[in-house]
């Protein structure tokens, strides 16, 4: 997971096995982001997929499963250490933070999966134009992040919804609470910063939850269907699109 303060919001290396844990089998990561993330990739064998903030790698390993070559990359190393408990030598890990340059050659990869990674940062631009880099003509980046229905409706007091600006909270796991802090912005400024970094919109999803949750998890499986948590894209390198994406 990508951090947003090195410091102490957001410190994955804390509390890597108690999240990668949680998001083994919870309502909102294995029956809700994950499934939809993988339906949006859609048939992933033989293509090239770096999974950006690959975390403990359980989509990673998705991918993988279903005929994908992937490549993780992860701020936490401690994240990353369980990521290769999981995926053992099959896939290429590496440590790096997604406000720096990317470690690939242009054109390296057919897809971008970029899963609940984007909103810990506060500009999207220098991370997208990397994206967009990596990505061949036609690639594509498969994008969630958190919904500015959450982000903003469900805040008091009730931030000023066109405009960006940090949020912090306490995130109870396990018993345990770790400060957290994520960015929230407009839809308009999501959909902009797409487009100013080169890419395409194919697809903005808001999906259900998968059905077999409805008797796993009766309260949240309610909540989760009327009141989504995150939000989802397709965008595309245009087929023409050459070069670094200036």
Not at 43 to 54: F, H, M, P, Q, W
Not at 95 to 122: C, I, N
Not at 160 to 167: A, E, N
Request: glycine share 8%.
């Amino acid at each position: 997971m990508q951090s947003a303060d090195r410091d102490q919001a957001n410190d994955y290396d804390s509390f890597a096995a108690t999240y990668s844990a949680e998001n083994e089998n919870s309502l909102v990561n294995a029956y809700y982001e994950r499934p939809a993330m993988l339906a949006l990739a859609g048939d992933v064998t033989g293509r090239r997929i770096l999974d950006a903030g690959c975390g403990s790698g359980p989509l990673s390993s998705a991918l993988r499963d279903r005929g994908a070559v992937v490549t993780g990359i992860d701020a936490s190393a401690g994240m990353l250490a369980l990521a290769r408990r999981r995926l053992g030598d099959d896939v290429a890990l590496h440590v790096v933070d997604l406000r720096d340059p990317l470690p690939f050659d242009d054109g390296t990869f057919d897809d971008v999966a970029a899963s609940l990674v984007l909103h810990y940062l506060e500009d999207w631009g220098p991370t997208l134009a990397e994206f967009r880099r990596v990505l061949r003509p036609g690639g594509r980046l498969i994008a969630s992040v958190s919904h500015p229905f959450t982000a903003y409706a469900h805040r008091d007091p009730r931030p000023d919804y066109h405009v960006t600006t940090s949020y912090t909270f306490d995130w109870t796991l396990n018993g345990h609470s770790v400060p957290m802090e994520l960015w929230r912005r407009p839809l308009h400024a999501m959909t902009d910063a797409f487009a100013g970094a080169g890419f395409r919109l194919c697809v903005i999803s808001e999906p259900q939850p998968e059905p077999a949750a409805r008797e796993l998890f009766p309260d949240g499986f309610q909540e989760l269907s009327t009141n989504p948590n995150f939000l989802f894209f397709v965008v595309e390198v245009p087929p023409s699109a050459t070069g670094s994406g200036s």
